[in-house]
């Protein structure tokens, strides 16, 4: 049977429960522990997709295809595991699942209520989504005391009851926060945050207490004896200056021993050479470069977290520097292309929505007609293809049918059908729900003999991430290639372009898909440690 580790989070949000949680997993997993992982949202909509970016940050998009939480990445990258949809539940979900029930009668006629239908359904959800792993950690989104999450919890504490103290585990996180006028600590918003759970039934049993200095062992003690937790199980989790530290930090303050200890596990120590190789070359780089990252939501740390990471994962494995220089695309319209200059390499990542599209189409001309590496993420292909029609097939209105449906060229546009990954045919229009309107998820690309990407990937077939409504325009395919765009990937029926490149450049690549939600820190990714060698390489011939 499978142990369960619930996280709840206290005081404030945004304190990295996803992050602590991952790298607990990834404690457990070197320990030799096959490792789940599930992520309750409190929030009503059924799933992110159609969450603005500034209010949510990223949607990460597992491989059949869900449009789930930002943390699922840090699970996937950490873990090495592939989630799915059944690794993310939001109140809208099992409130949609519940009220599905009640229409179809499987309820009898009884009065549908809270408890213990809405916890019942929340239970059922975990429970059918260990996958038969040994541990399955489950984190609990938001903040203890918001009435959103209240349903959530009331459900892992009946689990704690029915399924037995030695079956499972509460992790809660809470915040130390530093007084720089007092000069000292206080630990007084983690006993009020603790004394909450308790009152809703939930005993902690372990306190990961995030600040940014180590906590002194007299408020560890002060901690322990209002909380009702062990002196030892009270953690530090201080700040690390990059998050793949995470893991032998928390190991080295015993949290994977308090953790099998608790469950009267007999374990190997954790191996974590691959973690510490992972550091080791970020903190000793052989190479810097700037990579300009032109994008539409630059100033919202989580819009682009998996890109980000990305960059970081190539750094690790060609032991390179990556400095990313946040160019807003809103800006290159208004201000010109300065702040392009001098870079190494230029990424322009995916997007939604007309606001900033020029600015991107000027920033993948800077980087063709300059021969600057340029790697076009979805959108960043999309106005790579539009920039090439304009300025060298000589359609000077080229556009995407999605910012200008009366585009004479229209070189992107709405497919209506296509074969999905199983081989069934998929469909879509323009007044079908945002959400039904997507490719989304695996599915597989044939790379063309002969081009970069093939090289770069190694292989005749990938499996990539898609998320996006609009496509290649076939119907402009013959004279974009005899215009000298070379066609690198196509879908399995040959009937989708899925990546782009120039012959004549020395790095100029765009793809369909988003291959950052396959990145990881311990393996990489192909075509991202392609990107970044071909930076250092102009920034070595500029040099």
Same mark, same amino acid.
Request: net charge negative; proline share 4%; with cysteine.
């Given at each position: 049977?499978?142990?369960?580790?619930?996280?709840?989070?206290?005081?404030?949000?945004?304190?990295?429960?996803?992050?602590?949680?991952?790298?607990?997993?990834?404690?457990?997993? $070197?320990?030799?522990?096959?490792?789940?992982?599930?992520?309750?949202?409190?929030?009503?909509?059924?799933?992110?997709?159609?969450?603005?970016?500034?209010?949510?940050?990223?949607?990460?998009?597992?491989?059949?295809?869900?449009?789930? +939480?930002?943390?699922?990445? /840090?699970?996937?990258?950490?873990?090495?595991?592939?989630? $799915?949809?059944?690794?993310?539940?939001?109140?809208?979900?099992?409130?949609?699942?519940? !009220?599905?029930?009640?229409?179809?009668?499987?309820?009898?006629?009884?009065?549908?209520?809270?408890?213990?239908?809405?916890?019942?359904?929340?239970?059922?959800?975990?429970?059918?989504? %260990?996958?038969?792993?040994?541990?399955?950690?489950?984190?609990?989104?938001? %903040? &203890?005391?918001?009435?959103?999450?209240?349903?959530?919890?009331?459900?892992?504490?009946?689990? =704690?009851?029915?399924?037995? /103290?030695?079956?499972?585990?509460?992790? /809660?996180?809470?915040?130390?926060?530093?007084?720089?006028?007092?000069?000292? !600590?206080?630990?007084?918003?983690?006993?009020?945050?603790?004394?909450?759970?308790?009152?809703?039934?939930?005993? *902690?049993? !372990?306190?990961?207490?995030?600040?940014?200095?180590?906590?002194?062992?007299?408020?560890?003690?002060?901690?322990?004896?209002?909380?009702?937790?062990?002196?030892?199980?009270?953690?530090?989790?201080?700040?690390?200056?990059?998050?793949?530290?995470?893991?032998?930090?928390? /190991?080295?303050?015993?949290?994977?021993?308090?953790?099998?200890?608790?469950?009267?596990?007999?374990?190997? *120590?954790?191996?974590?050479?691959?973690? +510490?190789?992972?550091?080791?070359?970020?903190?000793?780089?052989?190479?810097?470069?700037?990579?300009? #990252?032109?994008?539409?939501?630059?100033?919202?740390?989580?819009?682009?977290?998996?890109?980000?990471?990305?960059?970081?994962?190539?750094?690790?494995? %060609?032991?390179?520097? @990556?400095?990313?220089?946040?160019?807003?695309? +809103?800006?290159?319209?208004?201000?010109?292309?300065?702040?392009?200059?001098?870079?190494?390499?230029?990424?322009?990542?995916?997007g939604f929505g007309s606001r900033g599209i020029e600015g991107k189409i000027a920033a993948a001309n800077y980087a063709r007609v300059n021969n600057i590496p340029y790697l076009g993420i979805c959108l960043g292909m999309q106005v790579a293809v539009i920039?090439?029609?304009?300025?060298?097939?000589?359609?000077?209105?080229?556009?995407?049918?999605?910012?200008?449906?009366?585009?004479? +060229?229209?070189?992107?546009?709405?497919?209506?059908?296509?074969?999905?990954?199983?081989?069934?045919?998929?469909?879509?229009?323009?007044?079908?729900?945002?959400?039904?309107?997507?490719?989304?998820?695996?599915?597989?690309?044939?790379?063309?003999?002969?081009?970069?990407?093939?090289?770069?990937?190694?292989?005749?077939?990938?499996?990539?991430?898609?998320?996006?409504?609009?496509?290649?325009?076939?119907?402009?395919?013959?004279?974009?290639?005899?215009?000298?765009? &070379?066609?690198?990937?196509?879908? &399995?029926?040959?009937?989708? @372009?899925?990546? @782009?490149?120039?012959?004549?450049?020395?790095?100029?690549?765009?793809?369909?898909?988003? *291959?950052? #939600?396959?990145?990881?820190?311990?393996? =990489?990714?192909?075509? #991202?440690?392609?990107?970044?060698?071909?930076? &250092?390489?102009?920034?070595?011939?500029?040099?």
């Amino acid at each position: 049977m499978s142990r369960f580790i619930f996280i709840t989070g206290g005081v404030v949000s945004s304190l990295g429960k996803g992050i602590a949680s991952a790298s607990l997993g990834a404690l457990l997993q $070197s320990r030799g522990l096959s490792v789940n992982m599930i992520k309750l949202d409190p929030y009503i909509n059924v799933d992110p997709g159609t969450m603005s970016p500034f209010q949510h940050g990223e949607v990460y998009v597992t491989n059949d295809g869900a449009e789930t +939480d930002l943390d699922l990445g /840090h699970y996937e990258r950490f873990v090495g595991i592939n989630c $799915s949809r059944s690794s993310n539940y939001t109140t809208g979900r099992i409130y949609e699942n519940v !009220i599905a029930k009640e229409r179809r009668g499987d309820y009898l006629g009884a009065t549908v209520q809270v408890i213990p239908h809405i916890t019942d359904e929340i239970k059922n959800s975990v429970l059918n989504s %260990t996958n038969g792993a040994d541990i399955v950690l489950v984190e609990i989104g938001g %903040t &203890v005391g918001d009435i959103e999450s209240l349903p959530f919890l009331e459900a892992i504490r009946q689990m =704690g009851f029915e399924l037995g /103290h030695d079956n499972v585990l509460y992790i /809660h996180l809470t915040l130390i926060p530093y007084l720089p006028a007092a000069g000292e !600590i206080k630990t007084k918003p983690t006993q009020h945050s603790v004394k909450e759970l308790r009152s809703i039934g939930i005993q *902690p049993d !372990i306190l990961l207490c995030r600040a940014d200095r180590e906590v002194p062992v007299d408020e560890r003690r002060k901690i322990a004896l209002f909380t009702n937790v062990a002196q030892d199980a009270v953690i530090s989790a201080i700040d690390v200056d990059h998050i793949y530290k995470l893991p032998r930090e928390l /190991h080295e303050q015993g949290l994977d021993d308090i953790v099998v200890r608790h469950f009267s596990m007999d374990l190997p *120590p954790a191996d974590l050479s691959g973690w +510490d190789r992972v550091v080791e070359a970020m903190e000793n780089p052989d190479n810097e470069v700037s990579i300009g #990252f032109v994008g539409k939501y630059v100033d919202h740390t989580d819009a682009y977290k998996s890109l980000n990471e990305s960059l970081a994962h190539a750094g690790v494995h %060609t032991r390179t520097k @990556v400095n990313i220089v946040k160019i807003d695309s +809103d800006n290159i319209e208004t201000d010109g292309i300065d702040a392009l200059k001098g870079l190494d390499a230029i990424l322009v990542p995916g997007g939604f929505g007309s606001r900033g599209i020029e600015g991107k189409i000027a920033a993948a001309n800077y980087a063709r007609v300059n021969n600057i590496p340029y790697l076009g993420i979805c959108l960043g292909m999309q106005v790579a293809v539009i920039e090439y029609a304009r300025n060298v097939l000589g359609l000077s209105k080229a556009h995407s049918s999605e910012f200008n449906p009366k585009t004479p +060229d229209p070189v992107i546009a709405l497919v209506t059908e296509w074969t999905d990954r199983d081989g069934t045919i998929e469909t879509r229009d323009e007044s079908a729900n945002l959400g039904g309107t997507m490719r989304l998820g695996a599915q597989t690309c044939k790379l063309v003999p002969g081009t970069k990407t093939r090289r770069a990937y190694g292989n005749e077939e990938i499996h990539e991430r898609h998320r996006h409504r609009y496509e290649f325009n076939n119907n402009y395919l013959q004279r974009l290639q005899d215009a000298g765009l &070379v066609i690198s990937g196509l879908s &399995v029926d040959n009937e989708l @372009v899925e990546m @782009v490149e120039l012959s004549d450049h020395p790095w100029f690549i765009g793809c369909q898909f988003h *291959p950052e #939600f396959t990145s990881q820190p311990l393996e =990489g990714h192909p075509l #991202f440690t392609s990107f970044i060698n071909a930076a &250092v390489e102009n920034h070595r011939n500029k040099s």
